[in-house]
């Protein structure tokens, strides 16, 4: 029998989903499909320079699983780049990790834990009707809520 999946924590849904070469009608192209996740560990691993350990850490996954994303999503993105494809940017297994709240007076700030918990209070006024700010997840359901969306079979 093999090991329960283990839901990928993500912290950012980029707001563009879709890139395609310019000059080249979208019916002529062929697409890939970069899942939710591999763009988060892209984000995680380049942009952010965070080490595998960290950026596995802050997905709750393992290394070596953070390693393997990272590099599907490395010869996704080369694939279309050299070979002139469209990138679609969607699907996935993972769960939405708020990090960012605002309180009820309109102070907004950055929690740093990847923990789902809402924090008790606003650091600047000391509010406890605290929110967590949306984030743009393609119109899905709940996300961020204990609950993993978006299980497919992934390449």
Request: charge should be positive; hydrophobic fraction near 30%; charged fraction near 30%.
């Amino acid at each position: 029998m093999s090991r329960p999946f283990k839901c990928r924590r993500v912290a950012y849904v980029p707001g563009i989903n879709y890139f395609k070469p310019a000059g080249v009608p979208l019916k002529a192209l062929e697409e890939v499909r970069l899942t939710i996740e591999e763009a988060e560990s892209l984000r995680l691993k380049d942009l952010e320079g965070l080490e595998q350990e960290q950026g596995a850490e802050k997905m709750n996954i393992s290394r070596p699983t953070f390693q393997r994303i990272l590099s599907s999503a490395r010869k996704k993105i080369s694939n279309a780049i050299l070979n002139g494809k469209a990138i679609r940017i969607d699907g996935g297994n993972f769960e939405i990790v708020h990090s960012r709240f605002r309180c009820r007076g309109g102070h907004e700030w950055e929690k740093e834990s990847t923990t789902e918990d809402l924090p008790e209070v606003c650091p600047t006024c000391k509010d406890t009707d605290i929110q967590p700010i949306s984030l743009n997840v393609f119109g899905c359901g709940r996300r961020g809520q204990g609950k993993c969306h978006g299980r497919e079979d992934i390449e």
